[in-house]
């Protein structure tokens, strides 16, 4: 009796507050597609400013998550979308700054009212699959709590359904099709790069990597080019290891080649995510490239139509 009060009173709880938090960000218009800037740090170390790199890809009621960098459950909140909101989940590669709240995603997007109550489906490099095994088993005693003693949060929420994938089409249904692209993460192989097409509108996303001619070909002519950067005077002056400088900008994109790569893929806007500490890449791509680029920051919203159109947070929205 004590169980079955609880789970109703925590049910009510969250069920209250995802609907309110519903209204403040409803679906995306027809033929469009939502782009939500979740996190945008560069690399693990911990900000309170900026989140661990995450996009969320919205189509129709639709929903496609671009890694799982640290704090996405806490800004899949604050943009107004529901714990269980994603059971996709598409990785560039196994980085632990892109894949450290994958257990978040996993265990409480399920286990929390209103409960997923599909499986967690993943696509990513090899090595994705073991993963998630592994995974489930870590957390073996807690998902037996939580769906046999405590919650009973249904069981088909909890089940993983995981893909290492190949370059090419890796999902197409219900009009949206996901490429994945090999891009030059250094000796972090295969990286990929994922481009998403629906309703004639499409939006690309780089992943870790140093300019790359395949990123170019997959994603020419797109309408949003989310790409990542380092700054490469920042890293020598922080940086005292000169191999350490190396291996570093060996791995990254500098402003002045994501300017070179912007003008080459020529899309509607380009935006960065995934870098530093920094104001000074977009001041030096534009020394370069004269098309539209912006500084993400965590839960910019772009809406991709008939016109581009970016919302940044309210001010101070992310430093929570």
């Known amino acids: 009796m004590l169980i079955t009060s609880r789970r109703a009173i925590l049910a009510l709880l969250v069920c209250t ?14 033929g469009e597609i939502r782009v939500t800037l979740l996190g945008t740090a560069g690399g693990p170390p911990a900000r309170v400013d900026r989140a661990g790199i995450s996009t969320l890809v919205e189509v ?38 892109h894949i450290v709240d994958v257990p978040d995603l996993l265990l409480n997007g399920w286990s929390t009212p209103p409960w997923r109550r599909v499986p967690l489906e993943v696509w990513g490099p090899d090595g994705t699959r073991d993963m998630m095994a592994h995974l489930e088993q870590a957390f ?20 993983v359904i995981a893909h290492d994938i190949r370059e090419g089409t890796v999902y197409e249904a219900n009009g949206v099709t996901v490429t994945a692209f ?22 690309c996303l780089s992943g870790d990597t140093r300019p790359s001619t395949n990123l170019v070909q997959a994603c020419r002519g797109v309408d949003l080019l989310i790409h990542e950067a380092i700054d490469e005077e920042e890293v020598r002056r922080k940086v005292q290891n000169p191999q350490l400088v190396e291996a570093l900008l ?19 806007l380009a935006v960065f995510s ?3 500490p920094t104001s000074a890449i977009l001041e030096r791509t534009r020394r370069i490239y004269k098309g539209r680029v912006e500084e993400g920051v965590d839960l910019m919203v772009i809406d991709i139509g008939t016109a581009v159109v970016v919302r940044s947070p309210p001010r101070g929205s992310t430093s929570r």
């Not at 090999?182 to 939006?203: E, F, I, M």
């Open 140 to 159: 073996a005693i807690d998902i037996h709590i939580r769906q046999d003693l405590e919650e009973h949060a249904p069981a088909s929420g909890i089940q």
């Open 17 to 30: 507050s995802v609907a309110d938090l519903s209204a403040q960000n409803p679906s995306p218009a027809a």
């Open 250 to 268: 060996g791995l990254h994109t500098t402003p002045e080649q994501a300017a070179e790569i912007f003008q080459r893929v020529g899309p509607r």
């Open 274 to 276: 995934h870098i530093p």
């Open 60 to 97: 129709g009621d639709e929903r496609f998550l671009f890694d799982a960098g640290r704090g996405v459950m806490q800004r899949l909140v604050q943009s107004g979308r529901s714990m269980n909101a994603v059971s996709k989940l598409f990785l560039t590669h196994l980085h632990s700054d």
């Open 182 to 203: 090999l891009v030059d993460h250094g000796p972090v192989k295969p990286a990929y790069g994922y481009r998403l097409n629906a309703g004639g509108r499409s939006v």
